[in-house]
C-alpha cells in the first residue's frame, strides 16, 4: 500500500506529459470561459424576465430555469451532441451537424444559465425598491437605473454565491471529455491508455483540479473583498 | 416520431426500467453512506481538534474536484492504494457518497457553529455530560437546519449519478446511451431520459423547497 501511495503521488509523468496534459487544460479553460460567458448573459436575460412585470414572461423564465436547473449537465451534454444537430437538421431541412466543442459550451452554458438565472434573480430582488423609485423620480432611464443603481449593488450581493456557480461551472468542464473533446481528462485517459498506469495519472489528475479550484476560489474572493464592501446598500 | 417513440421508447421500457432501478439503488447507497461520513467528519471537524486540519483537507479535497474525476480516481486507483471498491457498481457509490458527504459535512459544520454558546453553558448548567449536550440539545437542531438541504443534496446526487455510466454500471443514462449506439435514433430516447431525469430531480427540489419554507415558519428557523 505504502509502495501504490508513493506511485499515486509521483509526479514524473504528469511532467513527462506536461505539453499535452497543458494543452488540456486550455481547453477546459476555454471551454468554461465560452461557456461562463453564455450562462451569464442567458441568466441576465432571464433573471431580468423573472422579475418583469409581465406574468406570462415570470411563467416562462420560471420554467426555463427549473428546467436547466434539474436536468443532469451529461445528459444535456447527450443531448446537444447528438439529438440538437438532428433537430435541427430536419427543421432546417439541410444537414447540419456539430462538433464536440461547440456542443459542450452550449450544454454548460445552457445548464449553468439556469443556477445563475437564480443568482440574477436573488441579486435584482436584494435591491430595496425605494432605491429604484428614486431614481426614477431622479429621471433616469430604466437602462440608467439597471446599470447604475440596481447591478452594482446587486452584484455585490450575490458575488459569493456567482463565485459558487463559476467553480461549479469549471469543476462540471471535467465531463466534456466525455463527447470526445481533448480536455485535462481527455488526455490522461490516453496516456492511461498508452502507459497503463492510472495511479498516478488519475490522483494527479484530481489533486490538480482540487489546486486549481481552490486556489481560483481563494484569489477572486480575496481579489473582490474591497470591492463588494465598498458602497454597500 | 411517435413511431418512433412507440418503438425506442416503450419498446425498451424494460430496458430502461432496469437502468432507472440501478439509478435509485445506486443513488440510496450512495446517499446513506454520504451521511454516515458527513457526520463523523463533520464532528471531527468541529469537536476533535486533532482531526480537524485532517477533516477540513478532507472537506476541501471532495468539494473542490469534479465527480467524474472523484468517479475514475476511485475506481482505476483505490482498489490498488486501498484494496477496494471491488466492483464498479462500489465504486460509483463510493465516489458518489465521497463528494457529497463533503458538502453536506461542511452544512452539519456551520449548522453546529451556528449555534449560540449559551446553549452549551445552559445543557452544562443543568449537568448534561457532553454527548448528552450533542445528542439532545445540538443533534436536534442541527438536523432540522440540515432537512432542506439533505434532500437537495439527494438531487445532486441523482444528477451526478448520471456518470456512473462512463465506468459501465448500467444506470439509467447508460441503458439510453446504449439503444442509441443499437439503433442510431437518439432523439426521442435521448430526450425522454433527459426528461425522466428532469422530473425525478425536480419533484426532489419542489420537496425540499416546501420543507424548508415550512421549517422557516414552524420552527422560525430564518436564514
Known sequence: MLDHLKQSLDPALFWEYRVTLLAGLVENIAIFLASAVLASLLALAIGLARTSSNRFSRLLSAGYTELFRNTPEYVLLVWAYYVLPLILSRLLAQKLSISPVPAAILALGFAYSGFLSETVRTGLLAVPIGHREAAMALGMSRIDILRRIVFPQGLRRVLPDALNQYVSLFKATSIVSLIAVEDIMYQVSMINVEEMRPLPLYTGAALLYCAIVIAASQTIQVLTRRWRQRGWA | ?223
Open chain 2, 1 to 223: 416520431m411517435i413511431d418512433n417513440f412507440n418503438r425506442y421508447v416503450l419498446g425498451n421500457a424494460d430496458l430502461l426500467g432496469q437502468g432507472l432501478l440501478m439509478t435509485l439503488r445506486i443513488c440510496v447507497q450512495a446517499f446513506l453512506l454520504a451521511i454516515v461520513l458527513a457526520v463523523a467528519v463533520g464532528l471531527a471537524r468541529v469537536y476533535v481538534p486533532m482531526l480537524r486540519f485532517l477533516a477540513a483537507a478532507y472537506i476541501e479535497f471532495f468539494r473542490a474536484t469534479p465527480i467524474l474525476v472523484q468517479l475514475l480516481w476511485v475506481n482505476y486507483v483505490w482498489p490498488d492504494l486501498f484494496g477496494f471498491p471491488q466492483t464498479a457498481e462500489q465504486a460509483g457509490i463510493i465516489a458518489l457518497a465521497l463528494q457529497s458527504s463533503g458538502y453536506l459535512a461542511e452544512t452539519i459544520r456551520s449548522g453546529i457553529e451556528g449555534l449560540p454558546r449559551g446553549q452549551y453553558d445552559a445543557g452544562r448548567a443543568v449537568g448534561l455530560s457532553s454527548l448528552q449536550i450533542i445528542r439532545r440539545i445540538v443533534a436536534p437542531q442541527v438536523v432540522l437546519v440540515m432537512a432542506p438541504s439533505l434532500i437537495s443534496q439527494m438531487a445532486v446526487v441523482i444528477k451526478s449519478s448520471t456518470l456512473v455510466s462512463v465506468i459501465a454500471i448500467p444506470d439509467l443514462m447508460y441503458a439510453a446511451i446504449r439503444i442509441v449506439n443499437q439503433w442510431f435514433e437518439p432523439i426521442e430516447i435521448l430526450t425522454s431520459t433527459a426528461f425522466l431525469y428532469f422530473l425525478v430531480i425536480f419533484l426532489l427540489s419542489l420537496a425540499a423547497n416546501r420543507i424548508s419554507d415550512r421549517f422557516r415558519t414552524r420552527f422560525g428557523l430564518a436564514e
